[in-house]
Structures are given as structure tokens and as C-alpha cells.
């Protein structure tokens, strides 16, 4: 069989420019998709639609591409069209013509769709009026074929919980079924690119996952206690984290970075506060890797309360560390939404995992309230080599770039140029 899919995508208040600009985003990131899973197919507009040509292949091959392309950001639903092409066919312009291939395909699908109980109703449209038959008696007679071919009783015109879609067009005639939502947002790589810090949690990589479904370039820098051995640092759960995110984001960076200079620092201070003031390090880094890779903002999975160190005035502490913004997407989220999207991600079971790597630093009973200019005063007195500190930690980055669920490069710690 030959099938389409036909893409209404989101956002359709966008006008003029930037329109133009999202739907050629749109459909070059969908090409991608494709390609990651070994698709080639063409993926052009016309008018306020994306079609992908999807050509002559096996069902369950345009099935799981179209779940594929559930997950690009920026598609509103998506139809599988099983497509009859004119020139082929030649339903139009001819008094009699063959229509017992679309009574067939009608056939099969009510058979493979039908539920007991279920109404259903066959919806024709004609874009081209040459088709030897009005709508409603072509309506007629594929109800007719699904009385007698299948196991559906009852026709409900308005409300039917099956409808059976034919549109009939000059180029030629197209039948599905069933409309795929999309997540809807806007194409990753069309509003610039953010660094996100990335824990073990549920809470980051949901929060990464929506910069993402808002348009953004998504990176990723990860704080842990020692060093990872480059060789199998991929089986570690955040590079596992993010490797499954790329399949959202497209092409991500994961910088792991350890936290050992500065967890030795503090020791020898015993400071209060210390994970506000970790916070603030974790920001200093992340800036300067923003700098390099041209990060507009820093996203964190912070959550209103979510933890006792969760307060409006560690955040804003961690703000004043430094310049850069930084967004908290699901600062106002409930924690079962979190989940929930954790869970559509495919995310729930790879989170809740053990990860001993990280989060040592925090205390027992961590402050719930700061002030940054005591916790400055505290960095300048205590932390006086705070540049060192930095440059120390950046120097033992180990990168890895994950494109469409695949770890396309790695570099280690001490390697030249690593943020790539
Ligand atoms: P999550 O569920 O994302 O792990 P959490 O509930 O553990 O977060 P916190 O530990 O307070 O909450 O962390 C809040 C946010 O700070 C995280 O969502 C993440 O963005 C960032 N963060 C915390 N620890 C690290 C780390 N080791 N490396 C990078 N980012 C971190
Ligand atoms: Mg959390």
C-alpha cells in the first residue's frame, strides 16, 4: 500500500516571517527524525500542511515512523494516509471508474478497527467535483461495504466513535482513519539554545524536555562526585538520560563535570549553607560553559518547595551568582504532572533508578532561607580561590554528544577542545 502522513502542526497564531520560518524548521527536523531511523522520504508543504511521502511500504513501517514523528516539537496531530494516486487509479474524469480498490481497503480497515458496541460513519470529501459520484451517495455506498464485509452495526453520522475518512483530489484520493496528537510546541532549534542542569531526578530532564518543546537547542552539564572513566561513561545514568532526551532534542551535549575540587574546598572550611553555595558554584561553571557554547539561558529543574531547599530566597541567591538568566520551567508544577510527562517520556523507570554519584553535598538539614550577601561575603573569606576553583573543574570535563539516541562523540577530560 502507499501511504502519506499529513502533518497539521501547532502555533497558528504565528504570522508572516516567522511562520515561514518555523514550518521550514519544522519540516527539516522531521527529515532528521526520519533519517535517525533510516527514512529518506521527501517532507513538503502544501499550503497550511506538512506531507511526508512515505511511498510503497509495509503498514507497520509507516506506524512506527508516525510515532516517531509524534515526538518532534511542533506538530499539533498527524494523520496516516493511505493514498491512491491518480495518475495510477484514475477515479476522476472517468465515467465508471474502478473503485473497488477503496471498497477493499475499507473493508480491511473496519475489520481491523472494529469494537463491539462502536458506531461508525464514513465521512467523503471531494476537492475536485469530476468524481462520478456525489459525496454523500459514495458515503453511502462504503457504509454499505462495512455493513456487509464487517462486523460493525450502527451508524451514528455526528458522534460516531469510528469515523472513516475519504478525500477525494485531483492528484488523487486519500483514507484514514484515526488523527495522532502531537505534543505541539514549537521545532526544537527555533528559539535559541539554553544549558540545562542536569541531576538524577525526575525533575531536570522533564524540565529540559519542555525548553525543548518551547523551540530550544538543548545541552546538558551534570555536577558529579568523581570522575567517570571515559570508556564506559555512557552506561552511566545521566549520559543514559540524555541519550534517551535526544530523541526529543535532536543533536545534545552532556558536559559531566566533577564537584570533588569543590566538595574538598568546603571540608576544609566546614561552612553552613553549603548547598546554596554549591548551587551558586554549580551556576558559575554552567556560565562558563554557556559563554562557550553560546547558551542564552541556564534551566534547572527547580520546583517551588519542593524540598526545603527550594525557597524563593535560594533562588534568588543562586540568580545573583550570576549574570546569565535562569529559567525553572516547572517551578509551579505539581509533582504527579512531573511524573506523568517523566512517564510519557519514557523517563519514569531510567529516573527512578539509584544514583549514588551525586548529591552528597547536601546536608542534613539544608538552609532553607540565604542571603547573597552573606553567602558572597562567606565566598570572598572562604572560597578565595574561587577562579581556580572553577578553572579546576572545568579542566576535568568529559563531553559527549548524543544525536537522535545515538552517542556520536566523546572526549575526555585533558582532551583539547572540549566543548564542542
Ligand atoms: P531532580 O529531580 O531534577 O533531581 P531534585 O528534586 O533532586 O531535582 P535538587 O537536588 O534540589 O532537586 O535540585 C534542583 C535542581 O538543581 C535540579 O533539578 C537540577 O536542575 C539542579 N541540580 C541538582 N543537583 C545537580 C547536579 N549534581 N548536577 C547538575 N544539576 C543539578
Ligand atoms: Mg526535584
Request: with cysteine; glycine share 4%; net charge neutral.
Amino acid at each position: 500500500m502507499q501511504y502519506k502522513i499529513v502533518v497539521h502542526y501547532a502555533e497558528l497564531a504565528l504570522k508572516g516571517k516567522n511562520r515561514n520560518e518555523f514550518v521550514k524548521r519544522l519540516r527539516k527536523n522531521m527529515r532528521k527524525k526520519l533519517a535517525s531511523i533510516g527514512h529518506d522520504w521527501e517532507v513538503k508543504s502544501i499550503h497550511d500542511r506538512i506531507f511526508v511521502e512515505v511511498g510503497e511500504v509495509e503498514e507497520a513501517v509507516s506506524q512506527h515512523a508516525l510515532t516517531e514523528l509524534a515526538r518532534v516539537p511542533g506538530i499539533a496531530w498527524m494523520s496516516l494516509v493511505h493514498w491512491f494516486d491518480e495518475q495510477k487509479y484514475r477515479f476522476l474524469r472517468t465515467s465508471t471508474p474502478e473503485l473497488q480498490p477503496i471498497h477493499d481497503l475499507i473493508t480491511k480497515l473496519a475489520n481491523q478497527h472494529h469494537v463491539e458496541g462502536h458506531s461508525f460513519a464514513v465521512r467523503v470529501k471531494r476537492s475536485d467535483k469530476n468524481f462520478c459520484m456525489s459525496s454523500q451517495d459514495f458515503e453511502r455506498a462504503l457504509a454499505t461495504t462495512i455493513f456487509k464485509t464487517s462486523p460493525w452495526k450502527t451508524v451514528n453520522l455526528k458522534h460516531a466513535d469510528q469515523f472513516f475518512f475519504v478525500d477525494v483530489s485531483s492528484r488523487g484520493t486519500a483514507v484514514h482513519l484515526n488523527k495522532v496528537r502531537g505534543t505541539g510546541g514549537l521545532p526544537v532549534s527555533s528559539t535559541g539554545r539554553v544549558l540545562t542542569l542536569l541531576s538524577g531526578g525526575f525533575d531536570s530532564p522533564v524540565a529540559a524536555w519542555l525548553m525543548a518543546n518551547r523551540g530550544c537547542n538543548v545541552d546538558f552539564i551534570h555536577f558529579s562526585a568523581s570522575h567517570h572513566n571515559i570508556n564506559d561513561v555512557e552506561e552511566y545514568k545521566i549520559a543514559r538520560i540524555v541519550k534517551q532526551l535526544s530523541e526529543v532534542t535532536g543533536r545534545s551535549r552532556v558536559f559531566i563535570v566533577p564537584y570533588t575540587h569543590f566538595d574538598m574546598a568546603l571540608l576544609e572550611q566546614d561552612l553552613d549553607y553549603d548547598l546554596i553555595l554549591f548551587r551558586r558554584f554549580m551556576a558559575r561553571v554552567s556560565e562558563r560553559i554557556m559563554d562557550k557554547i553560546e547558551a542564552g539561558a541556564l534551566v534547572t529543574g527547580d520546583n517551588l518547595g519542593q524540598v526545603a531547599s527550594q525557597t524563593l530566597e535560594n533562588i534568588n541567591s543562586m540568580n545573583r551568582a550570576i549574570d546569565a538568566p535562569i529559567l525553572r520551567p516547572l517551578l509551579t508544577y505539581n509533582k504527579e504532572e512531573i511524573i506523568a510527562k517523566s512517564t510519557e517520556l519514557d523517563l519514569f523507570d531510567l529516573c527512578r533508578e539509584p544514583y549514588k554519584d551525586c548529591c552528597a553535598l547536601i546536608s542534613k538539614s539544608p538552609r532553607t532561607k540565604s542571603k547573597h550577601v552573606i553567602l558572597d561575603k562567606m565566598e570572598r573569606e572562604h572560597l578565595s580561590n574561587y577562579e581556580e576553583l572553577i578553572q579546576d573543574t572545568l579542566d576535568e570535563t568529559t563531553t559527549l554528544v548524543y544525536n537522535f539516541g545515538q552517542l556520536v562523540f566523546k572526549k575526555d577530560a585533558g582532551d583539547e577542545d572540549s566543548y564542542i
